[in-house]
């Protein structure tokens, strides 16, 4: 039999120490907000609801999230007042099913891992497991006090423990995996009789404790994965472990950083082997790259598909475009959204092209745009090219047959044709389509004037 799995995301803190009009749970980490990489990872579990109770901002959270994850099952949960972590679960119970379980979890505490989550799911065999970790400075963090058998009897909070308890380093991750009719049971129970007045989900630990029930503590893979964020400083300092991580994954399987401590990934980064990246390289979103792809300095690469044996030059930035194998890129070439670059093409230097195939072999080396274009294979084009493609009103079509050759600082008005095998040649407008074999001019012809006698200055 399988029971329901919610998610409880507690998401009211308002985060004051983040000096921020934006809600904390909205900053971003890698690229996405720490709320939004929670929701990623409930993603991979199978979660029948998501409940985020929300406090301060809470339009700004519903708007951003709603837009972005119009695919989960979200279920809001104001919370006006933030009167501690128990209440806030309490608000939730109108929402929650009687029975199956429910994850809690943090909108603060991103980088929690689906592995993790999984296995304190599995770990709930009595009705509550929860996740812990041993550290050496557990300072303001609630202590896990455990009888002589080892086995759980409370969570104390920092300002509410001994000195004996202050000495425990068992510390509280505030994650736990509960049966939903003990939340139920046990949260409309809770008081606020502590040293802080808050009404603290950690006393449902003792409550379950004294109804005979054992509850399971499992630990982390990484403890960054428990790590919650309060300020930029230990934002910053999690958004490095979390890098250091991605790399160190991505060495495993064959790719070579320069300096692994000078490179953002800020999404999804799959890579085959023999791969370099050079230094201030950024990935963001999903990027793939294929064997002996070869990055230089400075690159900023988008949701794209580089191929195999790619070389990017210093300073490109490629968004949304997908690349063949063996194209040489760059330097200072601009990518744009829906940019296809087949086999073997070459990009040079300042050359922006956007929603344009290039085909196999074709070159555009230098100081070209190449806009709303389909250009065939093993076609030139010449340094300063550009696609008229825009009258100020409507995009318009470039067709550039496949041997076609554009002489340099051409314009080609859109609509326009140019055939198989065409010459253009240099320095034309060319405004009506070409033939195929054909050579277009589209310039004014050359005059010459012999033994010109320069302009003498005037005397006065
Ligand atoms: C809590 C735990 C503590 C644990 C620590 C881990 C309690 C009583 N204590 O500490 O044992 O070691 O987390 O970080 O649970 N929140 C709300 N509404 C509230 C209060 C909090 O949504 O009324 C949210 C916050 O936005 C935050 C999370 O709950 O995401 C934890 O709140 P926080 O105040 O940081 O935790 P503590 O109570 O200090
Ligand atoms: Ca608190």
């Known amino acids: 039999m399988t029971t329901s799995l919610s998610v409880i995301i507690l998401a009211a803190g308002k985060g004051t120490r983040m000096q921020s009009a934006k809600p ?74 009687k029975d199956g379980q429910s994850l809690i979890l943090y909108g603060d505490v991103p980088l929690v891992s689906p592995h993790t989550l999984a296995n304190l799911q599995t770990a709930n065999t009595d009705g509550m497991s929860m996740l812990t970790l041993t550290i050496n400075n557990p300072f303001g963090l609630g202590r896990i006090k455990r009888n002589e058998n080892g086995k759980i009897e409370a969570i104390v909070e920092q300002k509410d423990a001994s000195d004996n308890e202050q000495q425990i380093k068992e510390i509280n991750s505030g994650i736990y995996c509960v049966d939903n009719a003990l939340l139920h049971k046990y949260l409309p129970e809770l008081s606020n009789d502590n040293a802080q007045q808050e009404y603290y989900l950690t006393d449902i630990v003792k409550m379950a404790v004294a109804d005979g029930i054992t509850i399971t503590a499992i630990e982390p893979e990484h403890a960054f994965e428990i790590e919650g964020v309060n300020n930029r400083q230990q934002l910053a ?51 793939t790259l294929g064997d002996n792809v070869y990055i230089e300095a400075g690159c900023i690469i988008k949701n794209s598909n580089i191929g195999n044996a790619c070389h990017l030059k210093p300073y490109c930035v490629v968004d949304h475009a997908t690349i063949g194998a063996g194209v040489d890129i760059g330097p200072f070439a601009n990518l744009r959204p829906d940019t296809v670059l087949s086999d073997n093409s070459k990009v040079g230097n300042f050359v922006e092209i956007k929603k344009s195939t290039i085909g196999n072999g074709s070159k555009v080396n230098h100081l070209s745009y190449v806009g709303d274009a389909t250009v065939g294979n093993n076609v030139n084009i010449g340094a300063g090219v550009i696609t008229c493609n825009y009258d100020g009103v409507n995009k318009s079509q470039t067709v550039i047959k496949d041997n076609a050759f554009v002489g340099s600082n051409c314009s080609l008005v859109a609509p326009v044709t140019i055939g198989d095998t065409a010459i253009i040649a240099a320095g034309s407008v060319i405004t009506q389509n070409v033939d195929a074999n054909a050579l277009a001019l589209g310039r004014a012809r050359q005059v010459q004037k012999p033994n010109f006698q320069r302009p003498t200055k005037k005397l006065k």
């Open 24 to 97: 904390k749970v909205l900053q971003t980490l890698a690229g996405k907000s720490l709320l939004g990489h929670v929701l990623d990872t409930c993603h991979h579990l199978t979660v029948d609801d998501t409940i985020i109770v929300y406090g301060f901002g809470g339009e700004q959270v519903q708007t951003a999230i709603t837009n972005q994850y119009a695919h989960l099952p979200i279920t809001w949960v104001a919370q006006t007042e933030q009167l501690g972590t128990g209440h806030a679960v309490k608000v939730a119970l109108a929402q929650l099913p």
């Open 237 to 287: 300092s999690l958004e490095r472990t979390w890098q250091s991580k991605i790399v160190q994954d991505l060495q495993i399987a064959g790719v070579q950083f320069a300096d692994p401590t000078r490179v953002d990934i800020r999404g999804t980064l799959t890579a085959g082997q023999d791969v370099f990246v050079d230094v201030g390289v950024v990935f963001e979103g999903d990027c």
